[in-house]
């Protein structure tokens, strides 16, 4: 089978549209997908700077949705026509996976990050014949199909807007799983959001369709202007300290003012060290910190930071199951409670270049390309 598909053949290249290969049909477990959209995530973005460890040529996007248009038989709980939300990849039988916490499965970078399943191997190629690197998140969905494990395929209602669904496998996922799943926000709880890009607002409107107070610290007014329309607290990160203003306290100083003393709970999307310090700072005793980012650097912790019970953790995937939470997400968006579509800018495949420089100038929250369509 030959399809179009955007190939980046070298950390410093473009992406290119290629015709590839696709050299058997699904087997078993698996569903051959159309894909309607697929968002750009920064963890795509990322392999530019993985010092090799995601290999290349590959075909990248793990944000897809769309149609299955045939199954590897009636075990896959998916029939042609079904339209699915695709979401990472996971073993399904580790004790992480077992116990209802595939984000920790034991395979976890092995399948999405770092070479997918080794029996996939040459089953991908380019039109000459060169290996393209099997499936990423087991999906490389920046492309017309996706062939995808039935288990991360998250079978949504047929009425909804397939083609901009897809960021609700990972992004969105990831800042609603940690508001649900990894904080447990209820009413009248408070957090505080650093980073107001996709993860970010994402955690905006869970908190919000919780109950609680968020607060959103950015250092650009436009996303802070976006997290205030989706009922966040806006707060400059870098404000101009002038002596006798508000703006003279410092950044956990002005949370805590905002908040009654601090916040009970904290998402870090950044990797800043010195906002992870004042996140933890801002937090009310035994309060909980949580990190998205991968750090690159060692995270340096200020004394007095840990105190009183504040802990800190790494949140991978929002602590999600994804056929829980991503029908839970769409129940919530029909409702108005959970606006992800706010946060779209749709594009052409044609254009991913575009799209992706867009994404580094911060011009965009969220960009899902098209592969059959002109955008927005």
């Given at each position: 089978m030959?399809?179009?598909a955007?190939?980046?053949?070298?950390?410093?290249?473009?992406?290119a549209?290629?015709?590839?290969?696709?050299?058997?049909?699904?087997?078993?477990?698996?569903?051959?997908?159309?894909?309607?959209?697929?968002?750009?995530?920064?963890?795509?973005?990322?392999?530019?700077h993985?010092?090799?460890?995601?290999?290349?040529?590959?075909?990248?996007?793990?944000?897809?949705?769309?149609?299955?248009?045939?199954?590897?038989?009636?075990?896959?709980?998916?029939?042609?026509?079904?339209?699915?939300v695709?979401?990472?990849?996971?073993?399904?039988?580790?004790?992480s996976?077992?116990?209802?916490?595939?984000?920790?499965?034991?395979?976890?970078?092995?399948?999405?990050?770092?070479?997918?399943?080794?029996?996939?191997?040459?089953?991908?190629?380019?039109?000459?014949?060169?290996?393209?690197?099997?499936?990423?998140?087991?999906?490389?969905?920046?492309?017309?199909?996706?062939?995808?494990?039935?288990?991360?395929?998250?079978?949504?209602?047929?009425?909804?807007?397939?083609?901009?669904?897809?960021?609700?496998?990972?992004?969105?996922?990831?800042?609603?799983?940690?508001?649900?799943?990894s904080?447990?926000?209820?009413?009248?709880?408070?957090?505080?959001?650093?980073?107001?890009?996709?993860?970010?607002?994402?955690a905006?409107?869970?908190?919000?369709?919780?109950?609680?107070?968020?607060?959103?610290?950015?250092?650009?007014?436009?996303?802070?202007?976006?997290?205030?329309?989706?009922?966040?607290?806006?707060?400059?990160?870098?404000?101009?300290?002038?002596?006798?203003?508000?703006?003279?306290?410092?950044?956990?100083?002005?949370?805590?003012?905002?908040?009654?003393?601090?916040?009970?709970?904290?998402?870090?999307?950044?990797?800043?060290?010195?906002?992870?310090?004042?996140?933890?700072?801002?937090?009310?005793?035994?309060?909980?910190?949580?990190?998205?980012?991968?750090?690159?650097?060692?995270?340096?912790?200020e004394?007095?930071?840990?105190?009183?019970?504040?802990?800190?953790?790494?949140?991978?995937?929002?602590?999600?199951?994804?056929?829980?939470?991503?029908?839970?997400?769409?129940?919530?968006?029909?409702a108005?409670?959970?606006?992800?579509?706010?946060?779209?800018?749709?594009?052409?495949?044609?254009?991913?270049?575009?799209?992706e420089?867009?994404?580094?100038?911060?011009?965009?929250?969220k960009?899902?390309?098209?592969?059959?369509?002109?955008?927005?």
């Amino acid at each position: 089978m030959r399809f179009t598909a955007a190939v980046l053949r070298s950390c410093e290249s473009r992406f290119a549209l290629e015709e590839v290969v696709l050299n058997a049909g699904p087997g078993a477990g698996e569903v051959l997908v159309k894909i309607a959209g697929c968002g750009m995530c920064r963890t795509d973005l990322a392999v530019r700077h993985s010092a090799g460890r995601s290999p290349l040529p590959a075909v990248l996007g793990h944000e897809g949705a769309g149609t299955v248009v045939e199954t590897g038989g009636p075990d896959t709980g998916l029939s042609t026509g079904d339209h699915v939300v695709l979401s990472f990849d996971s073993c399904g039988h580790c004790r992480s996976c077992m116990g209802a916490a595939p984000a920790y499965c034991d395979s976890f970078p092995t399948l999405n990050l770092f070479g997918g399943r080794k029996e996939h191997t040459g089953r991908f190629t380019d039109v000459d014949g060169g290996a393209l690197a099997p499936r990423w998140f087991g999906q490389s969905s920046f492309a017309e199909y996706a062939m995808v494990p039935a288990r991360n395929a998250v079978r949504v209602d047929p009425t909804l807007p397939i083609e901009i669904l897809g960021p609700l496998g990972c992004g969105f996922l990831t800042g609603a799983g940690a508001v649900f799943h990894s904080f447990g926000v209820g009413p009248g709880d408070t957090i505080a959001v650093y980073g107001a890009g996709a993860v970010g607002l994402a955690a905006v409107m869970a908190a919000t369709a919780a109950g609680a107070v968020a607060v959103a610290v950015d250092r650009h007014p436009e996303r802070l202007a976006l997290a205030e329309r989706l009922h966040a607290i806006p707060l400059h990160a870098a404000p101009d300290e002038q002596p006798g203003s508000p703006d003279a306290y410092g950044l956990h100083e002005r949370v805590q003012r905002l908040t009654d003393g601090g916040t009970q709970y904290a998402l870090d999307t950044t990797g800043s060290p010195q906002l992870i310090n004042d996140a933890l700072r801002a937090l009310r005793p035994t309060g909980h910190l949580g990190l998205v980012a991968r750090l690159h650097t060692p995270l340096p912790l200020e004394p007095g930071t840990l105190d009183r019970g504040r802990r800190i953790s790494h949140i991978c995937e929002g602590d999600a199951v994804p056929g829980l939470l991503i029908p839970r997400l769409t129940r919530l968006w029909e409702a108005g409670r959970f606006p992800f579509d706010q946060l779209i800018r749709t594009y052409p495949l044609t254009d991913i270049n575009q799209a992706e420089r867009d994404c580094d100038a911060g011009r965009v929250v969220k960009p899902v390309l098209i592969p059959a369509g002109k955008g927005r």
